[in-house]
């Protein structure tokens, strides 16, 4: 789950992180009070979604020079002029695709005299099984375009569970951002700090881009992107609670109700299957005969004849799917289960568009039975290659 950059700046500032003094708006009328209650005599408006690159991004309502998400304004009329000019209206960033996402939020903060801008993120480094912090010294930059073009600018730095940050490790991050006089003294204290907040509450990764030094020496967390791990939030009620529906596709909301693993994309034939490597196999397959997959839906090993029904009304309610591919191996998972769901949702929705069933596995038989005397419309396949040429062409023909 992800939150925006203000909720992530409470968490931190919760755990004694340095943070700007700022307020969020979710509504226009509130901009005015918003601003009046910063004292200046620099605000920072900044666009609410989330997506990166906001500073670059583009107001699809807006002349195409206009300024971008994020805007440094000089003078209290400015701030709420551009706050007034950005919220409401759709931004588009190299994240967004071009569709953009619509400004509902915004936070106003205080503005910062930055003499450095650096770049610190923790997350889990799967090569040692660790947390690890990632630093750089080329902050306020795209990371992969750092790590590409000057990686050894990069530095990383894994973090032994049980020790936690250890003042060795403090050490060595200070040195790899190239740290002196008080803002060392504030990395010593801060990275502990950062670390705590990123185990406490399992957050998946920690962003901080830009950390900057200040001309008056001192460290601040100037932005920052926080994601938690979907699995732990029955522990983190208060997490959970900063959750922004609107920021969400419609169709994962829906399937978050009945616990099922998806994702949309820009594809056109929706995929239906259990097991998150089997499903990464068959869009892999679609793409190599030459189609693009609608979406990524694990509907798990266990699942229910109800919760099929509900991946499968899912994948039909996108108006983009010209086609769909159900591609079941049965291990835990029932063939009957998974044929019986597929029926009841198409006599519940309909099908409009064509529909290849593969199983093998557990009551296999069954299944195809139970799909054969249906009375439905079904290519059935032997095998996922077969499915997949079979759905590519059944979408191209149509």
């Not at 835990?332 to 593969?358: F, H, N, S, W, Y």
Request: proline residues 4%.
């Amino acid at each position: 789950m992800n939150i925006h950059e203000y909720q992530a700046k409470q968490v931190l500032k919760g755990y004694g992180a340095p943070v700007a003094e700022g307020v969020p708006v979710t509504s226009a009328d509130q901009i005015d009070a918003a601003v009046k209650a910063l004292p200046g005599p620099v605000w920072v408006v900044k666009s609410q979604i989330h997506a990166g690159g906001r500073g670059k991004g583009k107001f699809k309502e807006l002349p195409a020079d206009a300024k971008g998400g994020v805007r440094v304004s000089f003078s209290a009329e400015d701030a709420v002029k551009n706050a007034k000019e950005m919220f409401a209206n759709t931004l588009v960033t190299k994240q967004t695709g071009p569709a953009g996402k619509q400004v509902n939020r915004l936070y106003i903060e205080d503005g910062a005299d930055i003499a450095r801008e650096l770049y610190l993120s923790i997350l889990i480094d799967r090569t040692v099984g660790r947390p690890a912090f990632v630093v750089s010294t080329e902050g306020g930059m795209d990371i992969e375009a750092v790590a590409h073009d000057t990686p050894e600018k990069i530095v990383t730095v894994a973090i032994n569970p049980e020790t936690g940050v250890t003042e060795a490790n403090a050490e060595l991050l200070c040195r790899a951002l190239q740290l002196d006089g008080e803002a060392r003294a504030d990395g010593m204290k801060l990275f502990p700090i950062l670390y705590k907040a990123f185990t406490e509450k399992d957050m998946s990764l920690l962003e901080v881009n830009p950390l900057i030094v200040m001309k008056n020496g001192r460290l601040r967390v100037l932005d920052a992107k926080v994601s938690f791990d979907n699995n732990s939030l029955f522990r983190h009620p208060d997490i959970v609670e900063l959750r922004d529906t609107t920021e969400e596709d419609a169709k994962e909301i829906e399937a978050s109700k009945y616990d099922l693993s998806y994702v949309a994309l820009d594809g056109n034939i929706g995929c239906m299957v259990n097991g998150a490597g089997l499903a990464m196999s068959t869009m892999d397959i679609i793409k190599l005969y030459g189609a693009e997959p609608a979406n990524f839906l694990d509907v798990g090993g266990g699942a229910s004849k109800e919760k099929v029904t509900a991946a499968f009304k899912i994948i039909t309610a996108d108006p983009q799917v010209k086609g769909i591919l159900v591609n079941i191996f049965g291990g835990i998972m029932r063939c009957d289960t998974i044929a019986e769901g597929v029926i009841a949702a198409v006599k519940e929705v309909g099908l409009q568009v064509p529909l290849v069933v593969r199983l093998e596995g557990t009551n296999v038989d069954l299944g195809k039975k139970i799909i054969n005397e249906s009375g439905l419309n079904v290519i059935s396949a032997n095998d996922l290659d077969d499915a997949a040429q079979k759905i590519v062409a059944a979408v191209k023909a149509a």
